[in-house]
């Protein structure tokens, strides 16, 4: 099992709906989450860490956190085309101290 | 305020020869990252630093060289090129651990001809 799982997509989306990212890990003791944005020959920018279970907000972005059941989403409310980029899901391995990447989805928000 | 940079931004060059890939940050970060970003690999971690002259291998180190003498510059040498090294190099920075927020620069595209 990879250690980071995305789908790679792509997810499309009608323009103002919301777009669901979905991503599971194999490390049970992984305790730091993030969110990255990445479009298209730019680097990753980081949308949003999380490190509770549970729901974070922060404008359309929505982390959603479930420790015990391995997985983190991140929701985006009311789509924009400039949604548009890859998203690359992240974790903290204490176990070899690094940080792991997931490959990234594709999202496409459509007008 | 720059942040972290990165240079050249774009590379071309041949087998065998040496590359070194500059990244420099205004943050005074402690820990620095070099990656590379490949199709259907993802980001993976090639060397990264503690602080000033401590480093060490991440999870794909063959082939390249990493030396820290200040805390804001992480340069990465790619001693004897290969195609295979063809890549977009990101450099990236946290605060203080591993596990804070990593930055990154605007990458290096390199090609290895």
């Known amino acids: 099992q990879k250690e980071v799982e995305q789908n790679s997509g792509p997810l499309s989306v009608p323009e103002g709906a919301i777009a669901s990212l979905n991503c599971t890990y194999s490390?049970?003791?992984?305790?730091?989450f993030f969110w990255y944005r990445q479009y298209s020959g730019k680097s990753p920018e980081l949308i949003m860490s999380?490190?509770?279970?549970g729901d974070k907000e922060d404008g359309r972005f929505t982390a959603q956190l479930n420790k015990a059941s391995q997985y983190v989403s991140l929701l985006i409310r009311d789509s924009q085309p400039s949604d548009s980029a890859t998203y690359l899901c992240?974790?903290?391995?204490?176990?070899?101290?690094?940080?792991?990447f997931g490959a990234g989805t594709i999202l496409r928000v459509k007008s | 305020d720059a942040g972290i940079t990165q240079s050249p931004r774009y590379k071309i060059t041949e087998t065998g020869r040496q590359v070194t890939l500059m990244c420099h940050q205004t943050?005074?970060?402690?820990?620095m990252f070099w990656y590379r970003q490949d199709l259907g690999h993802g980001l993976r971690l090639i060397y990264y630093s503690a602080a000033a002259d401590i480093t060490d291998k991440g999870e794909v180190p063959d082939g390249y060289v990493v030396s820290r003498s200040k805390t804001e510059n992480f340069p990465l040498t790619l001693e004897s090129a290969t195609r295979s090294q063809t890549s977009v190099y990101f450099c990236?920075?946290?605060?203080?651990?591993?596990?804070?927020?990593?930055?990154f620069g605007p990458g290096t595209r390199l090609t290895v001809l």
């Open positions: 490390d049970r003791v992984s305790q730091s």
């Open positions: 999380i490190y509770s279970n």
């Open positions: 990236a920075s946290s605060e203080i651990r591993m596990a804070d927020t990593q930055y």
């Open positions: 992240a974790l903290y391995m204490e176990y070899g101290n690094k940080l792991v």
């Open positions: 943050w005074s970060h402690s820990y």
